[in-house]
């Protein structure tokens, strides 16, 4: 990849990074669940391998050995390089340092943190073995140099992928996702198990390559155990996969017998000493990881769309409920719902012998209201008409705001994007302050009325007649002109409620006229719609509030969607350009072209390959068992495992 390209992409992927680490996943959805583990390797796969990778082109290939626990990975790296680098035992884990082994010309690759940079580095074995048994001791790279290694390789024994610990297991999947080659050690008895497989899978998706050791394989059970192997590497889609088979062997003071680990030794020097076929194995990866990253990141703008959507879903539900309260409040209002019982008994007083009618004969001034507000610092006692009303509109209120807040609890503890949000929350109840403010609401929305009739009064002829009925008592009279109505109302209580509305209205207009009793009468009930809704929103807030802390309402998966497009324009120009400039070698064809400085303890020992060849045409069915491959695999076989030197 020329430079200008490798620029495009770097900026690309780092584009695509940042908008991906800016993607909040909170609400607990369906979706939410795998996109949130697509982020983090997405993320891992970019930091730990990607933009290394493209940045040092010319960097080792890293080849990491994964596999269960038991499966013998550490023996075989100790036995491959003659030493013991890395610990192995029946106890597990067996460290939390991972093992990196380089040529020692290839140390400053990896003492930074070109690779794996949220790890720390330790080199020296016994001030590592000193810190990986610290109580709390980070989690770290182990740094071996060895000369057995070809120059240009490194070996990587990551932790077991079926640890007893969760962070081993979380570190097993990191390492193996940084690596230019995966060497998965297997057993012939569980080779079958299926949390290897689900591993393989995420190999199979990346297009990692993928060489895979078959460890203690009995010298009976080579035929069939390899083939059915290959049957299924070839059934997950691993075609390329590359089998290596390790004999049951005692190993001496820790180490496998040279002959036992001649096929792998074989295999990974040919691979270290053969640069044209360690670049295609590091661009076969880099493609894969970057098509997976792509992939990854579809699904996890998709999951930031489905948040949006939710958070939408969640505000609607909330807006529905303290919306249809605020209508059910002001229909009441209006339908005359409120003149009934003490609203109504209080206005039969007024209109009778009560306080109304006493202020009409005692010419109560305004002059006298201002006298008492100045002197007092308030108004002139208001009449118990307006009390009731008050009482009466306080209670429509508050049942209300309760059926408001126990629907949009439901729906939410039904939703599972909701639910999650609810948790030590007490939402299905109004608030413990509902009360006082919606109180508060109502005597500043009669304080609204009074102020209405003064300004209204003020500018007509008629003043002294207003004078003489009282401000408070032209605001009463018309509350009960906004409220009164005969809906709502049955039986007794619609001819009551049909004088109500007709001696209010009466009065009202001997006062002010009949147009501005009409126009007294809407801004009055309209500033009162103002007032019951501001409370209800008030209300309404304590849900959406949970949704605001989060960001949910801008979450988008359209900026990653931009950013994917910008990367995969850029892979197609790169995998274009290789197309251009003509075909590379193939893996299996890798040769000793002279670069190594290292040799692998029992390489020459063994073939180079397992005869895959054999392997494929067994696996497919053909009859191929006793084919001059097939005897010189057994024959070997009986070499490694029996000594039989006389074996061809």
Do not use: C
């Amino acid at each position: 990849m020329d430079e200008r390209r490798h620029g495009e992409t770097l900026d690309a992927l780092g584009v695509l990074r940042s908008r991906v680490a800016d993607v909040r996943l909170a609400l607990d959805l369906p979706s939410a669940v795998q996109a949130r583990v697509d982020r983090a390797q997405l993320l891992d796969q970019i930091d730990d391998y990607l933009l290394p990778r493209l940045r040092s082109d010319a960097a080792p290939l890293l080849v990491v050995v994964g596999g269960s626990t038991g499966a013998g990975k550490s023996t075989l790296v100790n036995s491959l390089l003659g030493a013991q680098v890395s610990p192995a035992g029946v106890l597990r884990p067996t460290t939390r340092w991972p093992v990196l082994v380089h040529h020692p010309l290839d140390e400053r690759w990896f003492s930074t943190d070109r690779i794996l940079p949220g790890l720390p580095r330790l080199t020296g074995g016994d001030r590592a073995a000193a810190v990986d048994h610290e109580p709390g001791a980070r989690v770290g790279l182990r740094l071996v140099a060895s000369d057995a290694l070809p120059l240009g390789l490194a070996l990587l024994d990551a932790p077991d992928i079926d640890s007893v610990v969760a962070e081993n297991r979380a570190l097993a999947t990191q390492l193996l996702g940084a690596a230019d080659l995966w060497l998965f050690v297997t057993t012939a008895a569980r080779y079958a198990d299926a949390v290897p497989w689900e591993l393989l899978e995420a190999a199979e998706r990346r297009r990692v390559h993928l060489a895979l050791v078959l460890d203690r394989v009995d010298a009976g059970a080579v035929t069939p155990v390899a083939t059915h192997l290959r049957q299924m590497l070839d059934a997950h889609g691993l075609h390329d996969a590359t089998i290596l088979l390790v004999p049951e062997s005692v190993p001496v003071e820790g180490l496998l017998p040279e002959r036992s680990v001649g096929a792998v030794a074989d295999w990974l020097t040919a691979l270290g000493g053969d640069p044209a076929a360690r670049a295609t194995v590091i661009a076969g990866t880099r493609d894969g990881v970057t098509r997976d990253v792509l992939v990854r990141a579809g699904a996890v703008a998709a999951a930031a769309d489905d948040q949006r959507h939710a958070d939408a879903r969640l505000r609607a539900a909330v807006a529905s409920a303290y919306a249809d309260a605020a209508e059910q409040v002001l229909r009441a209002t209006s339908d005359g719902t409120l003149l009934r019982g003490e609203v109504l008994a209080r206005w039969q007083d007024v209109v009778g012998t009560g306080e109304f009618l006493r202020a009409v004969e005692q010419k109560v001034s305004r002059a006298r209201d201002r006298l008492v507000a100045a002197v007092r610092g308030r108004r002139a006692p208001e009449p118990a008409l307006a009390t009731a009303i008050g009482h009466g509109l306080e209670a429509v209120v508050l049942d209300a705001a309760e059926e408001a807040a126990e629907r949009a609890h439901a729906v939410w503890r039904n939703d599972p994007s909701g639910a999650g949000l609810l948790q030590g929350l007490d939402l299905s109840r109004s608030s413990s302050e509902l009360r006082s403010q919606v109180a508060d609401q109502i005597r500043a929305w009669q304080s609204d009325v009074l102020a209405l009739v003064e300004q209204e009064g003020a500018g007509k002829r008629s003043t002294a007649r207003a004078v003489s009925y009282g401000v408070n008592g032209l605001g009463a009279t018309l509350m009960v002109a906004v409220f009164a109505s005969t809906g709502g109302l049955t039986g007794a209580e619609v001819g009551i409620a049909g004088g109500t509305a007709l001696l209010a209205q009466r009065l009202l207009e001997a006062v002010f006229g009949d147009e501005a009793v009409r126009q007294l009468t809407r801004r009055a009930h309209e500033r009162l719609a103002v007032r019951v809704r501001a409370v209800l929103a008030g209300q309404s807030v304590r849900y959406t509030a949970q949704l605001d802390a989060l960001g949910t309402a801008e979450a988008s998966g359209d900026a990653v969607r931009a950013a994917v497009r910008d990367v995969a324009a850029s892979q197609d120009a790169v995998e274009l350009e290789r197309v251009a400039a003509g075909a590379t070698p193939s893996v299996d064809d890798a040769g000793s072209s002279g670069t190594g400085h290292g040799h692998l303890r029992g390489a020459g020992l063994g073939p180079a390959l397992v005869d895959d060849a054999t392997l494929r045409a067994a696996a497919s069915g053909a009859a191929e068992a006793e084919s001059p491959s097939t005897n010189r695999l057994r024959a070997w076989w009986r070499k490694v495992v029996r000594g039989d030197e006389s074996a061809t």
